[in-house]
């Protein structure tokens, strides 16, 4: 499997994924411009193991809240595609039905739509999210994950790479949990995968894979997906999702998570929040906070375009990229508030 990773064809098509939609961007142009010279340094270091992941550009996004996005070197994004390619089937396979998250024809759409087809069906919800999932995330554990499905140890060098280059990075994120048995060394314990990586991503739906099945399997319930650390367990009883509720915290707290204190068991009736809606049986609702972020951008941009700062097409992209997500909600009257107030004419040429 190592072969075909740093294979010429493989990693040619990693750089046409991760510079995808990119390429105006000044570190994907220069490693373009040298584009056979970057991929076969690339491919010689991958052979040799002399190859070792830059420094990560971080930064803080603030919508829906704050978090730190770390960005590694375009060079490395293009290793994690090469990386991905190969050892994606060998999880995919392996992973359940309702995992909506960064999975080929899955997505939030999707998941949105699902969420309410369960609700029509059941009368009650409890909806889970982790505390910190990302920087909770134990690279310990991880690694044997990875291990386990992953049987070319040359494959595992290159995670290996990739897992240490993002230790600490989320460090500052974390907040110190002990579970039962930890002595003062599990401080020391290496956690966090960055987000912003492709195999974070990626590798957070094979950190909670067997979760899933333990859910489905063992809970047996069947009305349930996930999207990353966000959870929905349906059900006909309260008593029941209560159970659930307690039986969930003790498998996360194996896996060195936790969860939110204030989830508990309620009607699907008076609605859930989910992926930036509140969904109800028969209708879905954008957040409002939702709506207003939107509104302070579509500002923002339409004063870039009146100076001129801002090209035409790309004013439309972001207005056509809002309605296309939000049409998937009873949205029509909040669409025709928010564009009513910006008539956009095209700029003569």
Same mark, same amino acid.
């Given at each position: 499997?190592?072969?075909?990773?740093?294979?010429?064809?493989?990693?040619?098509?990693?750089?046409?994924?991760?510079?995808?939609?990119?390429?105006?961007?000044?570190?994907?142009?220069?490693?373009?411009?040298?584009?056979?010279?970057?991929?076969?340094?690339?491919?010689?270091?991958?052979?040799?193991?002399?190859?070792?992941?830059?420094?990560?550009?971080?930064?803080?996004?603030?919508?829906?809240?704050?978090?730190?996005?770390?960005?590694?070197?375009?060079?490395?994004?293009?290793?994690?595609?090469?990386?991905?390619?190969?050892?994606?089937?060998?999880?995919?396979?392996?992973?359940?039905?309702?995992?909506?998250?960064?999975?080929?024809?899955?997505?939030?759409?999707?998941?949105?739509?699902?969420?309410?087809?369960?609700?029509?069906?059941?009368?009650?919800?409890?909806?889970?999210?982790?505390?910190?999932?990302?920087?909770?995330?134990?690279?310990?554990?991880?690694?044997?994950?990875?291990?386990?499905?992953?049987?070319?140890?040359?494959?595992?060098? %290159?995670?290996?790479?990739?897992? !240490?280059?993002? =230790? *600490?990075? +989320?460090?500052?994120?974390?907040?110190?949990?002990?579970?039962? @048995?930890?002595?003062?060394?599990?401080?020391?314990?290496?956690?966090?995968?960055?987000?912003?990586?492709?195999?974070?991503?990626?590798?957070?739906?094979?950190?909670?894979?067997?979760?899933?099945?333990?859910?489905?399997?063992?809970?047996?319930?069947?009305?349930?997906?996930?999207?990353?650390?966000?959870?929905?367990?349906?059900?006909?009883?309260?008593?029941?999702?209560?159970?659930?509720?307690?039986?969930?915290?003790?498998?996360?707290?194996?896996?060195?998570?936790?969860?939110?204190?204030?989830?508990?068991?309620?009607?699907?009736?008076?609605?859930?929040?989910?992926?930036?809606?509140?969904?109800?049986?028969?209708?879905?609702?954008?957040?409002?906070?939702?709506?207003?972020?939107?509104?302070?951008? %579509?500002?923002?941009?339409?004063? !870039?375009?009146? =100076? *001129?700062? +801002?090209?035409?097409?790309?004013?439309?992209?972001?207005?056509? @990229?809002?309605?296309?997500?939000?049409?998937?909600?009873?949205?029509?009257?909040?669409?025709?508030?928010?564009?009513?107030?910006?008539?956009?004419?095209?700029?003569?040429?």
């Amino acid at each position: 499997m190592y072969e075909q990773i740093l294979s010429w064809e493989n990693l040619l098509l990693a750089y046409r994924k991760a510079s995808r939609g990119k390429r105006s961007q000044s570190n994907v142009a220069a490693f373009e411009y040298r584009l056979e010279e970057n991929l076969l340094t690339l491919q010689a270091e991958l052979r040799a193991k002399t190859y070792r992941p830059g420094v990560y550009h971080s930064f803080y996004i603030h919508e829906p809240k704050q978090r730190l996005i770390s960005a590694a070197p375009f060079r490395d994004r293009v290793v994690h595609h090469a990386l991905c390619n190969l050892i994606e089937p060998l999880f995919e396979r392996s992973f359940i039905f309702d995992s909506y998250a960064n999975r080929l024809g899955k997505g939030t759409h999707k998941a949105l739509r699902r969420a309410q087809e369960f609700a029509r069906q059941h009368p009650y919800v409890l909806q889970i999210d982790i505390r910190q999932f990302f920087p909770s995330i134990d690279l310990i554990l991880l690694r044997r994950i990875l291990a386990h499905a992953i049987h070319d140890g040359d494959v595992i060098w %290159l995670c290996d790479q990739i897992l !240490n280059s993002g =230790r *600490g990075v +989320l460090s500052g994120q974390y907040e110190m949990v002990y579970f039962p @048995g930890d002595d003062l060394f599990a401080a020391l314990r290496p956690r966090g995968l960055p987000i912003g990586n492709l195999t974070s991503q990626f590798w957070a739906n094979c950190y909670l894979s067997a979760f899933d099945h333990f859910v489905k399997r063992h809970l047996r319930c069947l009305a349930y997906l996930r999207y990353v650390d966000d959870m929905l367990l349906f059900a006909d009883d309260k008593a029941l999702l209560w159970d659930w509720k307690e039986a969930v915290e003790t498998r996360l707290a194996g896996l060195r998570l936790t969860i939110h204190s204030g989830a508990q068991p309620h009607r699907v009736t008076q609605g859930f929040p989910f992926l930036g809606f509140h969904v109800f049986p028969q209708k879905r609702r954008l957040k409002r906070r939702k709506g207003l972020y939107f509104q302070r951008k %579509l500002r923002r941009l339409y004063q !870039n375009y009146a =100076r *001129g700062e +801002l090209p035409y097409e790309k004013l439309t992209a972001s207005v056509k @990229g809002w309605v296309n997500h939000v049409r998937h909600g009873n949205t029509i009257g909040l669409r025709k508030a928010v564009l009513s107030h910006f008539v956009i004419p095209a700029r003569e040429v």
